[in-house]
C-alpha cells in the first residue's frame, strides 16, 4: 500500500525565512497531493494541494512543487510568520480508485522570533 | 467550520468500556474517513466509507468497527477500551468524486483512565 515519508520532522527557522518541507511517496498511481496545518489541539485545515497533472502551484507565501518521477513533493513557505507556526501534514492520494488518503508523519514548524 | 459534525468533543471513560463517536460529513459529502491521533503523533488512518459501505480499511483494531449509515452520519465504536486508546479522533469527509478534498472535523478527545 501507500506510504508517505516526511521530513524533517521538526524544523525551526528565523520569522522572514524561508520554510522547506519534503515529502516521498511509494505508490506511482497516487494523483492528488494535499498539505494540512494543524495547530495545537485544532483539527487539521487544508492550506494547499497539487495534482499529479501540474508541477508547482503557488498561493500567496506557500508554493507546492510535485516531481512525478522521482515520486516527491515538497512545501515551501517563504517570508515566515509567527503564525505559521504548527504542524504541516504532507498526503497522498489515488483519487478516482480507492480515495484512501494517507498522510505523512508531520512536520513541527517552529518561527523563531 | 469545516461541515464535518463530531460528537462528543470530549469524552473520560474506564478501562474495558464502550464508547461510540458520532460524525456527521458535510452536506453532499459521500466519503467518510476516520483517524486516531495520539499525543504528538501524526494521523493514523483507521477506516473509510463511501456511500455506506466500507472502501478502505488502515490500521484499524479488531476491538474498533465503524459504519455508515443511510442518511450518511458514522459511527467510530471502540470497544475494551485501554490506556492507549487514549487520542484524539477525526472524522473527515470528501465528495469521494473529482475533487476528493478532505475536510476534518473538530475532533473527539477521548481519554481513557
Known amino acids: 500500500g501507500e506510504n508517505v515519508e516526511q521530513h524533517p520532522s521538526t524544523l525551526s527557522v528565523q520569522e522572514g525565512d524561508s520554510a522547506v518541507i519534503k515529502c516521498t511517496y511509494s505508490d506511482s498511481a497516487s494523483n492528488y497531493f494535499p498539505w494540512y496545518k494543524q495547530e495545537l489541539g485544532k483539527r487539521p485545515q487544508l492550506i494547499i494541494d497539487i495534482r499529479s497533472n501540474v508541477g508547482e502551484k503557488k498561493d500567496q507565501r506557500i508554493a507546492v512543487t510535485l516531481n512525478k518521477t522521482a515520486k516527491h513533493f515538497s512545501l515551501h513557505i517563504t517570508e515566515t510568520q509567527p503564525e505559521d507556526s504548527a504542524v504541516y501534514f504532507c498526503a497522498a492520494s489515488t483519487r478516482n480508485r480507492d480515495d484512501k488518503i494517507i498522510f505523512g508523519k508531520g512536520t513541527r514548524l517552529h518561527i523563531l522570533p | 467550520d469545516s461541515g464535518v459534525t463530531q460528537t462528543p468533543k470530549h469524552l473520560i471513560t474506564a478501562t474495558g468500556q464502550r464508547v461510540t463517536l458520532r460524525c456527521s460529513p458535510r452536506?453532499?459529502?459521500?466519503?467518510v474517513y476516520w483517524y486516531q491521533q495520539s499525543l504528538d503523533q501524526g494521523l493514523q488512518f483507521l477506516i473509510q466509507?463511501?456511500?455506506?459501505?466500507?472502501?478502505a480499511k488502515g490500521n484499524i483494531l479488531e476491538r474498533f468497527s465503524a459504519q455508515q449509515f443511510p442518511d450518511l452520519h458514522s459511527e467510530l465504536n471502540l470497544s475494551s477500551l485501554e490506556l492507549g486508546d487514549s487520542a484524539l479522533y477525526f472524522c473527515?469527509?470528501?465528495?469521494?468524486?473529482?475533487?476528493?478534498?478532505?475536510?476534518f472535523g473538530e475532533g473527539s478527545w477521548l481519554t481513557v483512565v
Open positions: 473527515a469527509s470528501s465528495d469521494g468524486g473529482a475533487e476528493n478534498t478532505i475536510y
Open positions: 466509507y463511501y456511500n455506506g459501505e466500507e472502501r
Open positions: 452536506s453532499g459529502d459521500l466519503s
